[in-house]
């Protein structure tokens, strides 16, 4: 199964490497397709390559990549233990936001990522990652306040790099990022008890997922 999703990703990751479906490969350095393990049980998602992730092919690398380490290391976690990657694939120019359209022409390879890693907990990190389960969040009310599905839980963060822009965010960012462990148990367990068919990417993923009965 680990060589089959690491094949899956793999091919995924060639199409995003040709893929011109929106204007920001025209100027990006790599694309950055995401990285980690396979079988990962935590899968975080960022918003699009910055600089150093387009010039390396990687995603957060430099500062946001180093506070990311220390994140994971909070709860004894390293990089090959999870699946990173982005909302977009390219970097968006001089780090702009990414526009509708280009979120739009990127989503399949992201819900197809999603659906080959199948994870436990889904964290997403900032607003254009949250906006994909939490529709109508905003993020200053809704972090650190996890939602279910049948099969998953999607936890919202801050964006590592908001957070080192504001310092005052660095404990609440801390303090939500423990509740992993707790919300990677819950779901195993209801799996374990409901084992059932994963929910597919092409199932509207951007509805708000339920609550589970269970929690
Ligand atoms: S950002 Fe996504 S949709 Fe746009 S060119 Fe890159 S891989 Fe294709």
């Known amino acids: 199964m680990t060589e089959d999703r690491?094949?899956?990703?793999?091919?995924?990751?060639?199409e995003?490497?040709?893929?011109?479906?929106?204007?920001?490969?025209?100027?990006?350095?790599?694309?950055?397709p995401g990285a980690g393990n396979p079988n990962a049980e935590i899968m975080f998602i960022g918003e699009g390559p910055g600089y150093n992730e387009d010039k390396q092919g990687l995603p957060f690398v430099g500062r946001s990549g180093d506070y990311l380490n220390y994140l994971l290391k909070l709860i004894d976690l390293k990089r090959e233990d999870v699946f990173i990657a982005n909302v977009v694939k390219h970097r968006p120019p001089d780090n702009r936001d990414p526009l509708p359209d280009e979120i739009t022409a990127c989503k399949p390879y992201l819900d197809r990522q999603t659906e080959v890693i199948d994870?436990?907990?889904?964290?997403?990190?900032?607003?254009?990652?949250?906006a994909r389960y939490f529709p109508?969040?905003?993020?200053?009310?809704?972090?650190?306040?996890?939602k279910f599905d049948t099969t998953r839980a999607y936890l919202?963060?801050?964006?590592?790099?908001?957070?080192?822009?504001?310092?005052?965010?660095?404990?609440?960012?801390?303090?939500?990022?423990?509740?992993?462990?707790?919300?990677v148990e819950k779901v195993r367990a209801t799996r374990a008890k409901n084992p059932q068919k994963p929910a597919k990417a092409d199932e509207k993923p951007e509805d708000p997922?339920?609550?589970?009965?269970?929690?």
Do not use: W
């Open 119 to 130: 994870p436990l907990v889904i964290v997403t990190l900032g607003r254009y990652s949250m």
């Open 16 to 32: 995003i490497r040709v893929c011109t479906k929106c204007r920001l490969h025209e100027k990006a350095l790599n694309p950055v």
């Open 156 to 183: 919202p963060l801050f964006h590592p790099a908001a957070v080192l822009r504001n310092p005052g965010l660095q404990r609440d960012m801390e303090a939500d990022v423990k509740r992993i462990p707790e919300l």
């Open 136 to 146: 109508n969040g905003k993020i200053t009310q809704i972090h650190g306040q996890p």
């Open 6 to 14: 690491a094949a899956l990703l793999a091919a995924i990751a060639e």
């Open 209 to 215: 997922p339920q609550q589970l009965k269970l929690f």
